[in-house]
């Protein structure tokens, strides 16, 4: 079982904390782009992740729920923004994308050597 980590962004770092800016703050390893927190139409992204437990602390302590609450991301916290499905990081577990949609992204120029 994994501990739930909670996430935050570093105030001086962007403006992803704030739900008004929706900022793109980079790409997931499928090349999905990724935003901060977001509001749509006045209303901000949030997961459809529910606890199972009164007081969560594992992964899995929570289970996906479509729809809950009025949420609009999917499992791996992913809604079309401007025409363009996209990831997102939400203010509710679990915080950053879960999971990947895409086929994962060969990187070239950044893999560090391999020592024996």
Do not use: W
Not at 18 to 41: F, S
Not at 54 to 66: G, L, V
Request: charged content about 15%; proline content about 6%; overall charge negative.
């Amino acid at each position: 079982m994994q501990k739930c980590m909670l996430f935050q962004v570093p105030t001086l770092y962007s403006k992803a904390d704030d739900p008004t800016a929706c900022e793109h703050i980079g790409y997931m390893l499928d090349g999905g782009k990724l935003y901060g927190r977001c509001q749509v139409d006045g209303v901000e992204l949030t997961s459809c992740y529910v606890a199972n437990v009164a007081t969560p602390q594992y992964e899995n302590d929570y289970t996906y729920t479509a729809g809950n609450n009025g949420c609009l991301l999917d499992e791996c916290n992913m809604f079309e923004y401007n025409g363009v499905k996209s990831y997102f990081i939400s203010p509710n577990y679990p915080y950053v994308p879960a999971c990947l949609r895409g086929t994962v992204s060969t990187i070239y120029g950044f893999t560090p050597d391999i020592r024996a």
